[in-house]
């Protein structure tokens, strides 16, 4: 299967501590983007690679939030110091450009801060 | 600013009685409004893309429109396999491709 993965899948944490979510896309995509949804809302932009430039990050992004996406393969989205409002899907989404923009989502990573 | 809203919240329907769920946006200028079904606990799924007024896509029990403010999701004779939320969501005045998404309809099919 050549689709999009995360890991992990699930993640439950205390509050101050650091978590990291990997994003494998479909490899021949060179865009990337991740997405954060909480229940009852739409995905939210969080932050957009193409290759490994990360060129737009949300201006709800805090500083607590950072991504890398090295050699424009994987990425990883790392939160500092988690508070419980950092609970949410954290989805990832490829695609590649100039073939429309149709983005492919990965099965997101549900986090639960405690 | 990019916004979308989809209506209504929530559907309840029959099997095999015919609806269609409402996306209306505001962009100013859009490069295409993507349809997206997601199950519970999972991403969402692609369904279709739309370009340009007047545009048309069908797959299955599915047909979506798009007019220069809106975007319908016509569901044909559903069933309960078609219980989902879906998510409407548009490509609008960011260069890099982001998508605003709609709050979603979450539609529920009753053999």
């Known amino acids: 299967d050549t689709g999009v993965s995360q890991n992990p899948r699930h993640k439950i944490t205390k509050r101050g501590q650091n978590v990291t979510f990997r994003c494998d896309p479909i490899s021949e995509h060179n865009r990337l983007y991740w997405y954060r949804q909480t229940l009852g809302q739409g995905p939210e932009f969080l932050t957009y690679f193409q290759n490994e430039a990360q060129l737009e990050k949300s201006r709800l992004l805090s500083d607590r939030f950072s991504a890398e996406r090295p050699k424009g393969s994987f990425s990883t989205l790392e939160i500092q110091r988690t508070e419980q409002g950092d609970s949410a899907m954290y989805l990832c989404?490829?695609?590649?450009?100039?073939?429309?923009?149709?983005?492919?989502f990965g099965p997101g990573t549900r986090l639960t801060v405690l | 600013e990019d916004q979308v809203t989809q209506s209504p919240e929530a559907l309840r329907l029959q099997e095999g009685e015919s609806s269609s769920l409402n996306c209306s946006y505001t962009?100013?200028?859009?490069?295409?409004l993507f349809w997206y079904r997601q199950d519970p606990g999972k991403g969402p799924e692609f369904l279709f893309t739309l370009y340009s007024a007047g545009e048309e896509k069908e797959k299955e029990r599915l047909k979506a429109t798009l007019t220069k403010k809106e975007s319908f999701l016509h569901i044909t004779a559903p069933k309960p396999e078609d219980s989902a939320t879906y998510l409407c969501?548009?490509?609008?005045?960011?260069?890099?491709?982001?998508?605003?998404f709609g709050q979603g309809t979450t539609l529920q099919v009753k053999p």
């Open positions: 989404a490829s695609s590649q450009y100039g073939s429309g923009n149709e983005q492919f």
């Open positions: 962009v100013s200028g859009l490069r295409g």
């Open positions: 969501a548009v490509d609008g005045s960011s260069n890099t491709g982001k998508l605003i």
